[in-house]
């Protein structure tokens, strides 16, 4: 029995016994909904082996939220346990597993999956395509994400939650200090879900440079497309890199192997190293094609051209290339001398131009632009100073001195939700709305989801200022609790009030897709916002081989062009 | 299927040549993998711990057969791609069963080797440098084996295609 103990909860809980039941009586629920339905067979044929992109591109997003949701508790937990000094509401075990889980869950499986199922819907529509290029193992690589993601989930009822951080930093991911099998979850599923996104990786690249409609040349894409075409770069050349960390990590656990042991020639912090080198393109790869879809968005709905389309398409190139030299900031107080952490420093600080020259291609957009204030353009605008926030907090980390004082601490927390959520999260967010009546025949009521964007904004900035100045004040991150003479209290209370105020507006966003399911009229054009690129060009909804005829590009904004000049896309007798 | 008779063989067809570049593209995530190995090694090598150093167990003869069969074998396949390209079947034949020998040679010799290694106590736990060592010849050895079975596989295929 020794080793069926292995995957018993380690360390159990009334919550841990409430979900099993609460995750059995869910799955009876579903087998029994569909049953009583007869919708099997519709299921399987229609979604369970489809290898249509758009298809693809929902399964993924409806993970994507799921994610969202299992994510969204885990920071809810986290900010209930840090309301009050001293707080009993979750152990340190408990703290642990669940920041580590919350991380890799919103990174890998909600961030990314999201970002996956837009590309997949629209980025074949914007070139004119008829699908991907291998639409079976675009297929291969969802089902490997969901049974990874699957994988990692039902770690907190068997055996354990991984507990090391999202980083998974050695020594304490080893066996010697992390017993449970909690981060051999985090090995084997992690590797499942990478293989599936290199995949994608490769088909994306095929598709798009080798299956654009005729006369769209690599500087005539839309911007989107070309954000997808870097990013896909990016994940082919920064995977591999997650792939073999995490084999040699599997191997150090289960095989007794010494790449990151402290004795026997093992280097720890070749793991860091490792990761990083994957890591810091990763959060690029969720940053690009948010920019890609910012720029759709604020030319829609400026009702301009794009500013700078070439520096536009150079910036991402160079952040692209940077983002694969300045992995050694993530751990400049780890050792490496005075030269290393100066020349981390300086290309760290680079990457800040060219991000730069996008914030103010867009502000020229926006620039006596017509501007039409819909939920996908009010995300779009708040994430421009938000954003900023988090880069100019950004280049503050980057300086290597400094960040001695800021490393770990609440501020670099901070720091990268400032990134991450007003880039990615608000990017998926605003794409989600934008492309939804293309997705689905109807429009989201845009007052529902204007509650929930101002729930949103507001609610994060309630939820993560507080951070900058509480890490200022020297609040380390991951510390389950803190005494009341630190002081941290106020603020770390204001960081729950808000992240109730952020899932108030996540909850509004179902009830929106619930409201708007059931009451938006389904009699809109094929074009509701007035766009720009060609994915409005053809019918809603959109047919299964997408354009009846192979549409001809001659603009960068060609759908736009030729609205202009009176031409018809769909003119099929 | 749209058949253009005016290039090689293999790109005749828009579903082949999707494939082919995908593969290329493939092949760029291997060099990042296989560049990660040899990073990975290159830190670890001499982290021998209390365990043997390369120069106590590299010997030149195996070393040497598995250069010749490797190099011998990209050659041979080449040759095999040319006759069918040439539409001569059992040429085509004939020098992929050669480089299937050949591979199928490497491997022995390695394995060999590897058994040899574990006789003198360097196993893939003594060190981070044998850790390193057998990962590394180990992720190309599956390379080698999975290509023994997925050559055979694809001729077959194609044979029943025609
Ligand atoms: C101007 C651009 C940026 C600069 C100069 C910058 C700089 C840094 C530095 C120096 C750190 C390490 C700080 C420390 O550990 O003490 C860091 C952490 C981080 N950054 Fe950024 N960053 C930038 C943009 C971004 C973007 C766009 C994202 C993601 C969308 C991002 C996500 C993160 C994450 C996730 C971490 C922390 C990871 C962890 O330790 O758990 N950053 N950043
Ligand atoms: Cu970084």
Redesign the interface.
Known sequence: MDYFDRFAVPHPSPAIYASMVAIGLTMIAVVAGITYFKKWGYLWREWLTTVDHKRIGIMYILAALLMLFRGGVDALMMRAQTAIPDNGLLDGQHYNEVFTTHGVVMILFMAMPFIIGLMNIVTPLQIGARDV??PRLNAVSFWLFFMGAMLFNISFVVGGSPDAGWTSYFPLASNDFSESVGSNYYAIAIQIAGIGT?LT???F??TI???RAPGMNLMKMPMFTWSILITNFII??????L???L??MT?DRL?????F?M?????DM?WAN?FW?WGHPEVYIVILPAFGIYSEIISTFARRNLYGYNSMVISMVAISTLSFIVWAHHFYTMGHGAMVNGIFSITTMAIAVPTGVKIFNWLFTLWKGKIVFTVPMLYSLAFIPIFTLGGVTGVMLAMASADYQYHNTMFLVAHFHYVLIPGTVFAVLAGFTYWWPKMFGFMLSEKIGKWSFWFITIGFNVTFFPMFITGLDGQARRMYTYSESTGYGPLNMLSFVGAIGLAIGFALIVYNIYWSTRYASRNISNDPWDARSLEWATHTPIPEYNFAIVPTVDSTEAFWDAKKKALNYLAVK | MKIDNSLPLEYSTEENRLKIFGFWIFLGAEIALFATLFATYFVLVDGTGNGPTGEHLFKLPTLMFQTIFLLTSSFTIGLGINAMRLGRQKATIGFFIITLILGLGFLGVEIYEFVEYVHEGATIQTSAFLSSLFTLLGTHGAHVTLGLFWEPSSSCRSKSAV
């Open positions: 290029a291998f290199l990786g490769i088909n690249i095929v440079l080798k299956m082919v050349f920064a995977f591999p890199v792939t073999v960390a084999a040699l191997m095989f007794g192997t010494q790449f042991t004795a026997n020639g093992g280097s070749l490792l080198v």
